[in-house]
């Protein structure tokens, strides 16, 4: 499966950004797809995963929300109240094979997208 981010941009402190991933190729629908997180100088970081069921990394519950449309081979990532803390460059991921107790770490995820750039200015 090939997996494409978009929808990253300059946003305030605040305020709210929908990022998408879409997808081909694949049964889409089998697969779990995941958003990481990457800041510069840090680590690439988990921060949701959805298949029929969602998970959320601590940080951004209660902010963001992971969604698909599986006809439209399309997940994702509802952003409100954005921080500084939120920039970085986003990535969607997927994989079939994954089990739950492994879906935060990326090098289980077999397909990425190119990522997506999230700036939140102060």
């Known amino acids: 499966v090939q997996l494409q981010a978009s929808g990253g941009g300059l946003v305030q402190a605040g305020g709210s950004l929908r990022l998408s991933c879409s997808a081909s190729g694949g049964a889409f629908s089998n697969y779990r797809v995941a958003w990481f997180r990457q800041a510069p100088g840090k680590e690439r970081e988990f921060v949701a995963a959805?298949?029929?069921?969602?998970h959320y990394a601590d940080s951004i519950k209660g902010r963001f929300t992971i969604s698909r449309d599986n006809a439209k081979k399309m997940v994702y990532l509802q952003m409100n109240n954005l921080k500084p803390d939120d920039t970085a460059v986003y990535y969607c991921?997927?994989?079939?094979?994954?089990?739950?107790?492994?879906?935060?770490?990326?090098?289980?995820?077999?397909?990425w997208g190119q990522g997506t750039l999230v700036t939140v200015s102060s």
């Open positions: 959805i298949r029929g069921s969602t």
């Open positions: 991921a997927a994989s079939s094979t994954i089990i739950l107790s492994n879906i935060r770490r990326s090098e289980m995820y077999a397909y």
